[in-house]
């Protein structure tokens, strides 16, 4: 969800921050794409993203291209097929585009960067906060299910508040490894408890948050 929950559901994270802050690359890559998207779609309708960068990224998936999109810019420092390195300036926060307040919004793409209905999670795709590592995982119904739109929270030793949605829906793709249905980011190294009630059960499992790497678990309700 976005906004806590007032809006519907998109594809990738929005990271809210001031109006000009500096968007750097995730990786090396080449710039696939640099302007706005007032006449080439790349969402559902156009003059959705605004000012966005597309950065086709050095790193493959099993062969397969991978593209950064980065929107609603207010400033592009870049130009299509320049090459950039990890950390070079891309542009700045704004809030061109369907954007409500300055932010940046960030997806992953596979294969083609155009296609809205290829987007992965991005927070399994970045390195986390020095010292901090993320937590993915499923929730499951009865028969194995993926369960839409189901709160998970994440308990930790600091009393941090943290929760997160399950993807509302099938178009929503995780990654063909992990098969997840839930990310959480950002969580500094410690153990942590994600649980979830569903049905009347409280489903809970233990997490080792390390620094730099995807700690993973599974919810699922015992079958009758």
């Known amino acids: 969800m976005t906004w806590d929950g007032l809006l519907a559901p998109h594809r990738g994270v929005d990271l809210a921050n001031d109006e000009g802050t500096p968007v750097v690359a995730i990786g090396p890559g080449t710039v696939h794409y640099a302007g706005d998207d007032s006449t080439q779609r790349f969402a559902f309708i156009k ?43 891309l ?14 919004h960030l997806e992953i793409r596979i294969d083609d960067p155009a296609n809205y209905m290829m987007v992965r999670n991005p927070e399994l795709w970045y390195s986390p906060l020095p010292g901090a590592g993320v937590l993915a995982g499923r929730v499951l119904d009865r028969q194995g299910r993926f369960v839409p739109g189901q709160l998970v929270e994440i308990i930790c030793p600091d009393d941090g508040r943290r929760w997160v949605e399950t993807y509302w829906n099938q178009r929503t793709l995780p990654d063909e490894v992990m098969s997840e249905n839930f990310v959480f980011g950002d969580i500094p ?32 309700l015992p079958a009758n």
């Open 47 to 89: 003059e959705f993203y605004g000012n966005l960068v597309i950065l086709q990224l050095d790193q493959r998936w099993n062969e397969r291209p991978l593209f950064a999109l980065y929107a609603h810019l207010s400033a592009i420092e870049v130009e299509s097929g320049q090459a950039v390195a990890a950390g070079e300036l």
């Open 189 to 220: 190294e410690m153990e942590c408890t994600a649980q979830a009630e569903m049905d009347g059960v409280m489903l809970r499992q233990p997490a080792q948050i390390s620094a730099q790497h995807i700690a993973f678990v599974v919810l699922q």
């Open 91 to 104: 542009g700045a926060v704004g809030q061109s585009g369907a954007a409500l307040a300055p932010h940046l």
